[in-house]
């Protein structure tokens, strides 16, 4: 378990990093980081899926990937409306390549070892992003309805925050 708290807290170390890397963000590369972020989460509940025998874990997981595909959704409908191209930054990409680490990591592992690394990446995730949105991109957006739906993805992310610290304690 020490490792897992370990990799933890490296995971949300390198994810904040991402973040630093631009420090104002214009509203097209907010799209685009938002976007990406909640892509990453999208792709690692299909790999917790595709993986876990976990019922609790499943159902959590289920909930990431439809939760962050209708936030991605509703994002890309706001750019379209608005003819906005989101824009390619540091931040997307260093999100990009440490999701890849990650999910590298994940693939390695099965059962409840698998289980309790992804439980804890999801925490370490959503308290970076979460911290990213409220600290970064909301503050940087200037157009009101992109900064409505980053408030809206907060709220909505933060409860995943919670739902999965909740998790963590049952997942043995």
Known sequence: MPRLLILAAALAMSATTAFAHD?????PQIAHVAYTAGQIDVDAAKLALAKTGNAEVRAF????ARDHAAVNDKALALVKRLNVKPEANGTS????????????RLKKLSG?????AYVANEIA???TVNQ???GALIPSAHNS???ALLETG???FTAHQTHAEHLAQTVK
């Open 145 to 147: 309805e992109l900064k």
């Open 23 to 27: 420090a104002k963000f214009s509203d």
């Open 61 to 64: 997981a289920e909930l990431m």
């Open 154 to 156: 907060l709220a909505l």
């Open 112 to 116: 409840a070892a698998f289980d309790r």
């Open 125 to 127: 995730y959503h308290r």
């Open 132 to 134: 990213a949105l409220s």
């Open 93 to 104: 990409a260093s999100l990009t390549k440490q999701a890849k680490q990650t999910e590298k």
